[in-house]
């Protein structure tokens, strides 16, 4: 009998089952989040928001709305990370989390105000601060060691794709209201906000449900809990200066600020290379586009090469692809620029999330690996900035300074991080004080 795909890819990479369920469950509450990605400026700047802007211009709101939910979410990540340690319980952490996704996609239905719209977006940062930290922590424990790398990957892969459709399919919801709906004899109207707003809310129910029925605890999550883990700064094998999860996150930091300064010149961009905005689309579509495509083999191929080869090979591409998005002239070689970029991305990604785990404490991986999640999330937060503030220097300056901070990198990775794998199932000295 031939085996599924499905069956295959497991067979593969020795993937637990539920950490298949968890990857649909973050594709499912990933369409419906990245829909607000779109849809929430689109609300803003119509004539449903109204109220008391507190002297701020409409563009000012809409930044606040959007940073307010990456903000939270990652200062809250190491807490809720800690918080899932002590409690032994990743579940629960992920259902509150969801639960209150759900909730808050659904109440964007009655805001009518810029206040409450703010209030919504920031409970929804706090949100997914439960999600992440727990997520990537059971992914951790539920691999084997010698798969973790190939977990890892499957997981990001899933959501990417899900992060990926859902700006594709909102800009179409919106544009194709309002929706006649029907349940038996009544039937109502609905606008393409709404309609928006209701995907969202259903997509978080899905994943609620997948998580809620599919997914448990290990029971060495249970079993360890009740500690106070930390992480220490500097390295407590004494080996390198830092502690290489530290070493991971700055890493992580650096080679997001450099993917994410991209978002804010679209302008620039389409100006430099003489090109519309169906050009810039593909080619910030590009990063993503190798993201998915390279996850889970690079993931894997870190379960059976290493990961050190991958991440430090994978910050050296990203300075000269980085670099060349500041001086390309045609809109086809700023493609392949995004796409290198993204397959350095790729060599870095679940092979950070591999090592990091490898080098968790038993009960530890929430607070371990909240250290990447938190840096993730920042870089993406200060790449634009960074960005914002550089270009007026001249177009070259923010891929410039971003290339340096991944040198930075690259002798990061060099000097202070060692190769795991090997030592992965074996006992090895706590990085928590």
Partial sequence: MRQSVTSRVRAAFAVDRRIFALAFARLADGIGNSFLIIVIPLYVASDVVTGETFGLEEAMVIGIILSLYGLLNSLLQPFTGRLSDSRGARKRFIVIGLAGLATTNFLYLFAGSYLSLVVIRALQGVSVAFIVPASVALINELATAGHRGGSMGIYNTFRLVGFGAGPVAAGAVVAAGPYELSLGTPSFTVSGFEMA???????????????????????????????????????????????????????????????ALFATLQNEVNAKLDQGSTWFGLQFAAFIFAQIALQTPVGGASDRIGRRPFILWGMVLLIPTTLAQGVVTTPETMFVARLGQGIAGAMVFAPGLALAGDLAPEGESGTTLSVLTMAFGFGIAIGPLVSGFLVGFGFIVPFAFASLLALVGVVLVATQVDETLDAAVADRPSLAE
């Fill in 197 to 259: 707003f209701l995907i969202a809310t259903v997509t978080a129910l899905v994943s609620l449900a997948m998580v809620s029925v599919l997914i448990s605890d290990p029971e060495r999550t249970k079993a360890t809990a009740g500690g106070s883990p930390s992480i220490r700064i500097t390295d407590p094998r004494g080996d390198n200066l830092l502690n290489p999860v530290i070493t991971l996150g700055i890493v992580t930091l650096f080679m997001m600020i450099g993917i």
